[in-house]
């Protein structure tokens, strides 16, 4: 039998007590050639990586409200808020060509018949459509009209020189042939000055080329708080895209990528863009599958989707505004109940109304059911019940009826209701098959 081998212990620890003295060695081989080599990230890349780790943060963050959606409000975005575009980006614009520069593909939408059934829901007293002009010459009548020590205590503007009046009418004179390329830095500098308005309505904003309009929403959805924004978004850019669909029964490519951008601010989009809409009671339903088409592509927050539900149910009624409830309802997000009540009271208005309803509120109507069916309470499928009853469309009443009868009750589970049909069930066998008792 041969001898077993004897094992060779290592005399020295692997880790030794004496850790100061191993940690105070320095290393004394030389640098291998990739790590002579290795260089320092650029100032660029990690900035990239920056914007990339805070993006995933708040996505993290949006996923823990959407776990929680009972407040219903508007939070306000930081000044300092991470944009996907990066400044270094807007000055290499390359433009967008005209080849491409129109936004098609809803004609299919578009119904003539049906267009005639909203107009019975605009408003007949709607004045102009209000910019930015209407506002700094009502703040200047204002200012006017006070007396000259309240006037500077209330509202402190400081007083421009021509030379600065000079620079941004230039700027304005750049955008009206702006394609590509830099920007002014004048105009980089706008969101910082407490007078941006004053200073934005001295480059005429009314005037600015499509793809001017489109590095402009860039740079202020970017570097502005919500409040503020939400005004470029009502008075410059909702009345340049409502104006380009009317004129022109399509929209811009440019300006469909500048109404693109203004949703990373959604407080500011619902505020500035979507309910001014609404409330005008003169949008038609070619502007609202056009902006409603960005809600469609854009994921929104839960809990601005639920506010925006809200208002809108509440809203004054202008025909399309049952178009964007659609949009919303159909992302399926969880709405808190306060929210569900205001959708079932919005749709009830319309109990006694002897108008005929459009084909969007049955189509809104069944959207909301399909989603949320289980989420109402029976005096609330009653009601419902009712309203099909006096306003019914030959195609779409009979899914809402088949939806609402195949429901739960809120609060009720889903096994409460199986033992509905399963214990009918049973009983019936019991009569036909009275010995399996005794089995």
Same mark, same amino acid.
């Given at each position: ?112 018949? *049906? @267009?005639? =059934? ?5 408003? #007949? ?7 930015? +002009?209407?506002? &700094? $010459? ?58 941006? *308005? @004053?200073? =934005? ?5 009314? #005037? ?7 590095? +402009?929403?860039? &740079? $202020? ?81 839960? $809990? ?136």
């Amino acid at each position: 039998m041969a001898k077993k081998r004897e094992r060779h212990q290592n005399p020295e620890p692997f880790l030794s007590d004496d850790t100061n003295k191993s940690a105070s060695k320095k290393r004394t081989k030389p640098a291998k050639q990739h790590q002579s080599e290795e260089k320092l990230i650029s100032a660029g890349m990690s900035s990239k990586i920056l914007k990339e780790a805070l993006l995933q943060q708040k996505e993290i963050q949006d996923e823990a409200d959407a776990e929680n959606p009972d407040n219903i409000v508007f939070p306000e975005e930081p000044i300092t808020q991470t944009q996907v575009d990066e400044d270094d980006d807007v000055d290499n614009f390359a433009g967008f060509s005209d080849n491409h520069s129109q936004f098609g593909g809803y004609e299919e939408e578009i119904n003539e018949d *049906e @267009e005639k =059934l909203l107009e019975a829901f605009f408003s #007949k007293d709607a004045g102009p459509q209000q910019t930015l +002009a209407d506002v &700094i $010459l009502r703040k200047i009548k204002q200012k006017d009209q006070m007396p000259p020590g309240l006037s500077a205590v209330l509202q402190p503007s400081p007083k421009l020189d021509d030379s600065i009046i000079e620079i941004y009418k230039s700027v304005g004179e750049i955008f009206k042939k702006y394609t590509s390329g830099k920007l002014p830095l004048a105009f980089k500098s706008i969101p910082a000055k407490q007078n941006w *308005e @004053e200073l =934005l309505y001295l480059t005429e904003p009314e #005037k600015w080329s499509p793809n001017a309009v489109y590095q +402009a929403t860039r &740079i $202020l959805a970017s570097n502005m708080s919500s409040s503020k924004v939400t005004k470029f978004y009502k008075f410059v850019l909702l009345p340049r895209i409502r104006q380009d669909i009317r004129k022109n029964k399509k929209l811009h490519f440019a300006l469909y990528q500048a109404l693109k951008k203004s949703v990373y601010k959604p407080s500011a989009f619902h505020k500035g863009i979507l309910f001014p809409l609404c409330a005008s009671r003169t949008c038609n339903l070619r502007e609202a599958v056009i902006i409603g088409s960005i809600l469609q592509k854009v994921s929104i927050p839960p $809990l601005h989707s639920s506010a925006a539900l809200m208002k809108l149910a509440e809203m004054e009624y202008g025909g399309t505004t049952s178009y964007f409830i659609k949009i919303l309802v159909e992302k399926k997000y969880a709405l808190p109940y306060r929210v569900i009540d205001a959708m079932v009271a919005h749709f009830m208005r319309f109990c006694e109304d002897s108008r005929d309803m459009p084909v969007i509120w049955h189509q809104s109507l069944l959207a909301f059911m399909q989603r949320y069916k289980h989420e109402l309470t029976k005096e609330q499928k009653d009601d419902i019940n009712y309203l099909v009853k006096k306003q019914r469309h030959k195609l779409v009443t009979p899914e809402i009826l088949r939806e609402l009868n195949n429901s739960r009750i809120r609060g009720e589970k889903e096994d409460d209701l199986m033992s509905l049909y399963i214990l009918p069930f049973c009983l019936i066998k019991v009569l036909q098959f009275p010995h399996i008792l005794f089995w």
